[in-house]
C-alpha cells in the first residue's frame, strides 16, 4: 500500500490525486474513482483536525474476488465516540458533520475502532459499480504491506492459500530494501501459490530452494488445520508469529538463517488453538514487544483495523513493513 504521511492540506491533496488514478488505473470508472478520492479528503481532513497529524494508507485489496480499492486512515488524535461521529450533523470540530457519515454511505465496506486517548483507525473499501465486497477466502483474514519513505515498491509480501481443510499464510522480508528486495519476495510469493504442498516445511524448503537466484528474504509459512485447531508454524530469519486469543498471546518461533543464502535447518512448529483465534504474522518492520492488551475492543474488531493499529504503534519508520491478521474460526 501506498503511505501519505498527513499533516498539512497538500499531503491530503496528493493522496487524493494517487487514490483517484490508481483506481482509474484498476478499471474504475471516473465515478467510482471519484467517491474513493473524497473519501481519502474527508478521512484526511479528519486527521488534520481531530489529531494534527497521522497516515493514510491506500492501495489495491489483497482480500477481495473482485478488484477493489482500500483506504486506511490511521492517527494518535484523542479518540472519538464512533456512533455519535456517524451521525450527520454531529461535529466537535464546527463543521456541518456529514463527512463521516458520508464516507460511510459511500464505501463499499467502512470499519472503525477508536478508543479515548488512544486514537483512530478507519478502514474504508471500494469496490467498481457499487457492487458487493466478496471476500476471496473463507477465512477472513487482512494484509498490510507498506514500503519503507522513499522507496517506490516493498520488499515485504505476504500471501494466503486456503483449501476445505487449511488456511496457509506467507509473509517474506526481501534482505535490504528496494527492487531487488521485492524481486526475492515476489518470487518466494510465486513459489508459495504454485506448490502443491500444504506442510509448512515443505513449503519454507521450496521457497529457500528457489530463492538461490535473488538476494534472499526472512520467509514464514503458517498452515492452519481448522478441523484439528492446530497451526503449524516454519520460518527462516526474522519475521515473528503469535496466536492471540482473549488476553493471552502465543508467540511463536523460527529458525536462523536467510531463505536463498543459509539455514542451517528447517524446523516447524505446532501450536494448538482456540476458535476465534487471532493469527498475527509480521516482518520485523514491527517490533516484536506488540500487545493488544492496552486496545480495549480491539481484538474483535476487523483483521484490517488490528493490522492497522499494530503497525501504526509498532511499526519501524526506516524499514518496510507488513503484518498479517487472520481470525481462526
Not at 93 to 107: D, I, K, P
Not at 202 to 226: F, K, M, S
Request: with cysteine; hydrophobic share 45%.
Amino acid at each position: 500500500m501506498h503511505c501519505f504521511r498527513i499533516s498539512e492540506p497538500s499531503e491530503i491533496a496528493e493522496a487524493r490525486r494517487e487514490t483517484a488514478a490508481s483506481a482509474r488505473a484498476m478499471g474504475f470508472s471516473a465515478e467510482d474513482a471519484g467517491r474513493a478520492a473524497l473519501a481519502v479528503t474527508e478521512l484526511g481532513t479528519n486527521i488534520l483536525k481531530h489529531a494534527e497529524h497521522g497516515q493514510m494508507l491506500l492501495g489495491a485489496s489483497l482480500t477481495s474476488a473482485r478488484p477493489c480499492f482500500e483506504i486506511v486512515a490511521i492517527d494518535h488524535g484523542p479518540g472519538m465516540d464512533v456512533e455519535k461521529c456517524l451521525q450527520d450533523g454531529y461535529s466537535t470540530a464546527g463543521s456541518q458533520g456529514t463527512g463521516l457519515g458520508a464516507t460511510r454511505r459511500q464505501a463499499t465496506t467502512f470499519d472503525v475502532w477508536s478508543a479515548p486517548g488512544l486514537g483512530t483507525a478507519i478502514h474504508v473499501r471500494f469496490c467498481p459499480g457499487r457492487a458487493a465486497y466478496e471476500r476471496r477466502d473463507k477465512t477472513n483474514w487482512a494484509g498490510l504491506v507498506r514500503a519503507l519513505h522513499g522507496e517506490d515498491v516493498s520488499g515485504d509480501a505476504v500471501a494466503v492459500r486456503e483449501t476445505g481443510e487449511y488456511f496457509t499464510a506467507l509473509v517474506s522480508d526481501g534482505l535490504g530494501h528496494g527492487a531487488l528486495a521485492a524481486d526475492a519476495s515476489a518470487l518466494a510469493v510465486d513459489v508459495f501459490s504454485r506448490t502443491h504442498a500444504m506442510d509448512a516445511d515443505n513449503l519454507v524448503e521450496a521457497i529457500h530452494a528457489a530463492l538461490r537466484v535473488t538476494r534472499g528474504a526472512a520467509i514464514a509459512v503458517t498452515t492452519c488445520d481448522v478441523h484439528r485447531r492446530l497451526a503449524t508454524f516454519s520460518g527462516i530469519g526474522n519475521i515473528a508469529g503469535g496466536l492471540v486469543a482473549g488476553a493471552a498471546v502465543k508467540k511463536m518461533t523460527s529458525m536462523n538463517g536467510t531463505a536463498g543464502l543459509v539455514a542451517r535447518r528447517v524446523q516447524s512448529f505446532q501450536y494448538p488453538y482456540l476458535a476465534d483465534t487471532l493469527l498475527v504474522m509480521h516482518s520485523d518492520g514491527l517490533s516484536g514487544a506488540w500487545s493488544l492488551d492496552k486496545f480495549p475492543g480491539l481484538t474483535q474488531s476487523e483483521p484490517m483495523l488490528i493490522a492497522a493499529v499494530l503497525y501504526r504503534d509498532f511499526g519501524k519508520a526506516r524499514d518496510d513493513a507488513s503484518v498479517l491478521v487472520a481470525r481462526l474460526s
